[in-house]
Protein backbone atom coordinates (compact mmCIF):
# COMPACT_ATOMS: atom_id res chain seq x y z
CA UNK A 1 0.00 0.00 0.00
CA UNK A 2 1.32 3.58 -0.35
CA UNK A 3 1.93 5.98 2.15
CA UNK A 4 -1.22 8.54 2.48
CA UNK A 5 0.95 11.59 1.45
CA UNK A 6 2.15 9.57 -1.56
CA UNK A 7 -1.53 8.95 -2.93
CA UNK A 8 -3.38 11.87 -4.96
CA UNK A 9 -6.65 11.66 -6.82
CA UNK A 10 -4.70 12.71 -10.06
CA UNK A 11 -2.82 9.60 -9.89
CA UNK A 12 -5.95 7.51 -9.11
CA UNK A 13 -7.34 8.49 -12.09
CA UNK A 14 -6.41 7.15 -15.81
CA UNK A 15 -8.17 7.46 -18.87
CA UNK A 16 -10.26 4.60 -18.97
CA UNK A 17 -11.58 5.16 -15.11
CA UNK A 18 -12.71 8.81 -16.21
CA UNK A 19 -16.14 9.17 -18.38
CA UNK A 20 -17.08 12.63 -19.58
CA UNK A 21 -20.65 12.38 -21.02
CA UNK A 22 -21.47 9.61 -18.80
CA UNK A 23 -25.50 8.63 -19.42
CA UNK A 24 -28.48 7.73 -16.80
CA UNK A 25 -31.38 9.27 -15.51
CA UNK A 26 -31.08 7.93 -11.62
CA UNK A 27 -28.75 7.52 -9.16
CA UNK A 28 -28.85 3.64 -9.70
CA UNK A 29 -27.88 3.94 -13.57
CA UNK A 30 -24.83 6.40 -12.30
CA UNK A 31 -23.65 4.55 -10.02
CA UNK A 32 -22.98 1.21 -11.75
CA UNK A 33 -21.66 3.39 -14.84
CA UNK A 34 -19.21 4.60 -12.57
CA UNK A 35 -18.65 1.13 -11.24
CA UNK A 36 -18.42 -0.47 -14.66
CA UNK A 37 -15.04 2.18 -15.44
CA UNK A 38 -13.31 0.08 -13.15
CA UNK A 39 -14.08 -3.49 -15.21
CA UNK A 40 -10.69 -5.27 -15.87
CA UNK A 41 -9.07 -3.05 -13.26
CA UNK A 42 -5.74 -4.80 -11.60
CA UNK A 43 -6.63 -3.66 -8.18
CA UNK A 44 -10.53 -5.13 -8.58
CA UNK A 45 -10.86 -8.55 -7.35
CA UNK A 46 -14.92 -8.65 -7.79
CA UNK A 47 -16.20 -6.25 -9.78
CA UNK A 48 -19.70 -7.23 -8.55
CA UNK A 49 -19.21 -7.56 -4.89
CA UNK A 50 -17.94 -4.09 -5.47
CA UNK A 51 -20.86 -2.92 -6.94
CA UNK A 52 -22.42 -4.81 -4.07
CA UNK A 53 -20.63 -3.24 -1.44
CA UNK A 54 -21.13 0.71 -2.92
CA UNK A 55 -25.18 0.22 -3.20
CA UNK A 56 -25.03 -0.97 0.58
CA UNK A 57 -23.11 2.22 1.21
CA UNK A 58 -25.74 4.10 -0.57
CA UNK A 59 -28.18 2.49 0.95
CA UNK A 60 -27.29 3.46 4.87
CA UNK A 61 -27.57 7.25 3.76
CA UNK A 62 -27.04 9.09 0.12
CA UNK A 63 -23.59 10.26 -1.23
CA UNK A 64 -25.04 12.89 -3.14
CA UNK A 65 -22.65 15.59 -0.98
CA UNK A 66 -24.43 18.55 -2.40
CA UNK A 67 -23.26 21.40 -4.94
CA UNK A 68 -23.80 18.95 -7.86
CA UNK A 69 -21.14 16.45 -6.55
CA UNK A 70 -22.14 12.58 -5.61
CA UNK A 71 -19.22 10.56 -3.71
CA UNK A 72 -20.04 6.80 -3.73
CA UNK A 73 -17.80 4.92 -1.83
CA UNK A 74 -17.26 1.71 -0.35
CA UNK A 75 -14.38 -0.03 1.70
CA UNK A 76 -14.59 -3.35 0.71
CA UNK A 77 -12.64 -6.86 -0.09
CA UNK A 78 -13.42 -6.55 -3.63
CA UNK A 79 -10.37 -4.39 -4.06
CA UNK A 80 -6.67 -4.78 -3.52
CA UNK A 81 -6.03 -1.11 -3.39
CA UNK A 82 -7.35 2.32 -3.71
CA UNK A 83 -9.38 2.92 -6.75
CA UNK A 84 -11.29 5.48 -8.18
CA UNK A 85 -13.17 6.26 -11.19
CA UNK A 86 -14.86 10.26 -11.99
CA UNK A 87 -17.95 10.67 -14.33
CA UNK A 88 -19.68 14.04 -15.38
CA UNK A 89 -22.92 13.08 -16.32
CA UNK A 90 -24.58 13.80 -19.59
CA UNK A 91 -27.60 15.75 -17.94
CA UNK A 92 -27.91 16.57 -13.98
CA UNK A 93 -29.47 13.58 -12.78
CA UNK A 94 -31.85 13.34 -9.13
CA UNK A 95 -29.19 11.98 -6.60
CA UNK A 96 -31.48 12.59 -3.92
CA UNK A 97 -28.37 14.71 -2.89
CA UNK A 98 -28.76 16.31 0.96
CA UNK A 99 -28.97 19.52 -0.69
CA UNK A 100 -31.69 18.81 -2.92
CA UNK A 101 -30.11 19.43 -6.17
CA UNK A 102 -29.31 17.46 -9.27
CA UNK A 103 -25.72 15.57 -9.75
CA UNK A 104 -23.28 15.92 -12.95
CA UNK A 105 -20.22 15.29 -10.89
CA UNK A 106 -19.69 11.51 -9.50
CA UNK A 107 -16.30 10.77 -7.61
CA UNK A 108 -16.24 6.76 -6.85
CA UNK A 109 -13.88 5.73 -4.21
CA UNK A 110 -13.40 2.43 -2.76
CA UNK A 111 -10.18 0.88 -1.32
CA UNK A 112 -9.57 -2.19 1.12
CA UNK A 113 -10.75 -2.10 4.78
CA UNK A 114 -7.13 -2.24 6.21
CA UNK A 115 -6.36 0.98 4.79
CA UNK A 116 -9.49 3.27 6.27
CA UNK A 117 -7.20 6.39 7.13
CA UNK A 118 -5.93 6.53 3.56
CA UNK A 119 -9.87 6.45 2.41
CA UNK A 120 -11.07 9.13 4.84
CA UNK A 121 -8.15 11.51 3.93
CA UNK A 122 -8.53 10.69 0.09
CA UNK A 123 -12.65 11.67 0.56
CA UNK A 124 -11.83 14.64 2.68
CA UNK A 125 -9.24 16.02 -0.08
CA UNK A 126 -12.12 15.41 -2.58
CA UNK A 127 -14.36 17.32 -0.19
CA UNK A 128 -12.37 20.38 -0.03
CA UNK A 129 -11.34 20.69 -3.70
CA UNK A 130 -15.57 20.13 -4.72
CA UNK A 131 -15.92 23.06 -2.82
CA UNK A 132 -14.29 25.56 -5.45
CA UNK A 133 -16.49 26.77 -7.79
CA UNK A 134 -14.24 27.39 -10.27
CA UNK A 135 -12.88 23.74 -9.95
CA UNK A 136 -16.39 22.07 -10.30
CA UNK A 137 -17.10 24.16 -13.29
CA UNK A 138 -13.73 23.21 -14.99
CA UNK A 139 -14.76 19.58 -14.21
CA UNK A 140 -18.05 20.11 -15.74
CA UNK A 141 -16.97 22.00 -18.70
CA UNK A 142 -14.19 19.52 -19.80
CA UNK A 143 -14.15 18.09 -22.99
CA UNK A 144 -12.19 14.72 -22.28
CA UNK A 145 -10.94 12.38 -19.87
CA UNK A 146 -7.43 13.94 -20.06
CA UNK A 147 -8.73 17.59 -19.37
CA UNK A 148 -10.50 15.68 -16.38
CA UNK A 149 -7.14 14.58 -15.04
CA UNK A 150 -5.59 17.61 -15.37
CA UNK A 151 -8.09 19.31 -13.56
CA UNK A 152 -7.59 17.20 -10.78
CA UNK A 153 -3.74 17.70 -10.89
CA UNK A 154 -4.30 20.85 -11.05
CA UNK A 155 -6.30 21.57 -8.45
CA UNK A 156 -4.66 19.39 -5.72
CA UNK A 157 -0.85 21.09 -6.60
CA UNK A 158 -2.96 24.13 -5.46
CA UNK A 159 -3.61 22.73 -2.32
CA UNK A 160 -0.48 21.12 -1.75
Not at 28 to 35: C, F, R, S, T
Not at 89 to 112: I, K, M
Request: aromatic share 4%; net charge negative.
Amino acid sequence: MLPTGTVSLSDLLTPSRVRVGLPGTDKEALINGVVNLLRGAPEVRDLDGLRADVFAREAVMSTGVGKGLALPHARTRAVSDTVAAFAVTAEPVDYQALDGEPVRLVFLLCGPDEVRGTHIKLLSRISRLMNDDAFRARLRDAPDAAAVIAAFRDAEERIG
